[in-house]
């Protein structure tokens, strides 16, 4: 009983060892295949193999201990790696050789490399070559004397000076980088990138191949076109197009015009911007812009500054200075003999120079005629004498005024040395003629009244008041900014001694002094302080008529 008791234990011990075995093999089955592909996938053949060669010879205790040297048609093989030389030394135990004379190594018709001598490490898959190195990358060729290539991560790297050729472009350095799997390139140290009618010059270079982009980095780099140079000390440019991309307060000077900024954006032929701080100078014309934002259409010649823009003329002793909300430039013409440009300055508009101040709500300049209209409500001062009306023309001749028209509500006022009386004149239009930038001629049309303190020419004391009515006057002014003679045909007027003038007469009806909006420096054209209750009286225009039947 017991005899068979344990057989019959053995039995079944034998066969759950059976099941328990069938489980085993089962469960490896199940792994085996349902395990990642690449986790099943062979591991490729890191070994060296030498192809052919004409003689091969080993001696354990030469000069080269554990080397089997082979010489004559040499040529090796790592997968899909293919290396050939004149001669060599093969280390089969370390996986790795010294290859001497013409060697030549190859992937594909994509990758090839050439030098004199070199070394690779079949484990790490590195290769070092010496001597008249040249790779060839797609249609990329790195030319240098010391290249380290590692085939493992895909990096070719020189320390000894280099220089690639990607097209019509040559990049030369003295250390850089080339990735042969994103085919970007970092150059460091005097790097040099030449392309037909332009170099880049700079200490630190990321060329991306593929899309023909340059990063240069570090103070001092520089790009320098038959037309223009720019600074930069972080900037991306494209070689193909043409466009720049620049940071960290670049510059670009292209002829006698000059442009720094925060950030610059440049497309030749292109829309291109600049914002932060922007500073343009025109050295021939003798101008300057500052603004927050710039843009303008290289090819149409229509611009745009906004952010405290001022536009300033240094064409004369002193300096103009004119400040509004937004700039618009528009070109006519462009790129021809006929082409002139307008400039409107909208909202706020405020101008400084020592001998002339203004402002107005808005003003287009037209470079064809030179002549500035100032719109809504503008005034101007030069010296003691304000002048102001509804619309106003000012005609420049090198950069000072050579016409003044007011039209509109014109008048003008001349306040006295007293500081307490006013030469006054009003009419509806207004002309004033200028030389050398002084007033010598002033012709009021239309409606025309005028006050006048005749003075004593012994003392400069006021003798009356002479008040006078009439259609037409001129005034002549002479060389010293005095009163030489009136002409007025049919006037009316009245001389009033000095003791016995009415209070009703020191004043025109529209008599208005803007002695406080009036801008006293080139800071304060920033400040708009409005005209308050001092306006101009509105005029509306006149509606057609109806028609009824």
């Known amino acids: 009983m017991i005899f068979h008791i344990f057989v019959t234990l053995k039995i079944h011990q034998h066969r759950f060892a059976a ?33 052919h060669a004409d003689e091969l010879s080993y001696d354990q205790f030469g000069a080269v201990p554990g080397a089997q040297i082979v010489k004559g048609h040499v040529a090796f093989r790592q997968g899909n790696k293919r290396l050939s030389c004149d001669s060599a030394y093969y280390f089969q135990e370390s996986n790795s050789v010294r290859a001497f004379g013409h060697v030549y190594y190859h992937e594909g018709n994509l990758l090839s490399l050439r030098c004199d001598r070199a070394t690779y490490d079949g484990a790490g898959q590195m290769m070092t070559a010496r001597k008249n190195v040249v790779l060839h990358h797609h249609n990329q060729v790195l030319y240098t004397d010391s290249l380290n290539f590692d085939r493992m991560y895909n990096i070719a790297y020189f320390f000894d000076g280099g220089r ?12 850089g980088e080339y990735h042969t799997d994103t085919r970007n390139a970092v150059f460091y140290y005097k790097v040099h990138l030449r392309s037909p009618g332009r170099t880049i010059t700079t200490d630190t270079l990321y060329y991306d191949v593929l899309r023909s982009r340059a990063h240069v980095v570090g103070p001092g780099s520089r790009i320098i076109t038959k037309t223009s140079t720019i600074e930069t000390s972080n900037g991306f440019f494209n070689t193909r197009t043409n466009q720049a991309q620049l940071y960290g307060r670049s510059t670009i000077i292209d002829g006698k015009k000059k442009i720094v900024a925060d950030t610059l954006n440049y497309v030749k032929n292109g829309l ?31 611009g745009f500054a906004t952010r405290r823009p001022v536009a300033m003329d240094f064409s004369q002793k002193d300096t103009l200075y004119a400040h509004s909300d937004s700039m618009k430039i528009y070109t006519f013409h462009i790129n021809t003999d006929s082409m002139y440009r307008k400039i409107h300055a909208y909202h706020k508009v405020q101008a400084f120079r020592r001998d002339v101040q203004a402002i107005c709500d808005s003003m287009v300049f037209n470079t064809r005629d030179t002549c500035a209209i100032l719109y809504g409500d503008p005034i101007a001062w030069s010296d003691n004498r304000q002048i102001l009306g509804e ?34 004149l009003t009419s509806k239009v207004m ?17 025309v009244r005028s006050v006048y303190y005749p003075q004593n020419d012994k003392d400069s004391s006021l003798v009356g008041l002479n008040y006078l009515e009439t259609d037409t006057m001129r005034m002549f002014i002479d060389s010293h900014q005095k009163l030489e003679k009136i002409w007025a045909p049919k006037s009316t007027g009245t001389l009033y001694p000095i003791s016995q003038i009415p209070p009703d007469k020191y004043h025109l009806p529209n008599f208005a002094w803007f002695e406080e909006l009036r801008p006293k420096n ?28």
């Not at 006022?413 to 007293?418: A, F, I, L, S, T």
């Not at 306006?535 to 008529?545: D, G, K, S, V, W």
Request: aromatic letters at 10%; a positive charge; glycine letters at 8%.
């Open 391 to 424: 619309r106003m023309k000012i005609w420049l001749q090198d950069s000072t005024v050579r016409r003044a028209d007011v039209i509109g509500q014109a008048l003008s006022v001349e306040k006295m040395p007293d500081g307490q009386h006013y030469n006054q």
């Open 522 to 549: 080139k800071d304060d054209i920033f400040n708009w302080k409005g005209k308050g209750n001092g306006r101009l009286t509105i005029i509306h225009r006149h509606e057609a008529p109806l028609q009824k039947l």
């Open 431 to 447: 002309h004033a003629y200028f030389v050398k930038g002084k007033i010598r001629e002033t012709e009021a049309v239309g409606n």
């Open 272 to 302: 291109s911007w600049a914002t932060g701080n922007v500073h343009f100078v025109d050295y021939k014309n003798k101008q300057a812009l500052n603004c927050g934002i710039l843009r303008y259409h290289e090819r149409t010649g229509r």
């Open 19 to 51: 099941i328990a075995g069938l489980c085993v093999f089962l469960f490896l089955v199940v792994s085996v295949y349902a395990a990642p592909h690449h986790e099943r996938r062979k591991k490729s053949d890191e070994r060296v193999y030498l192809l």
């Open 164 to 175: 690639l050729v990607d097209g019509r472009d040559h990049l030369s350095s003295d250390w």
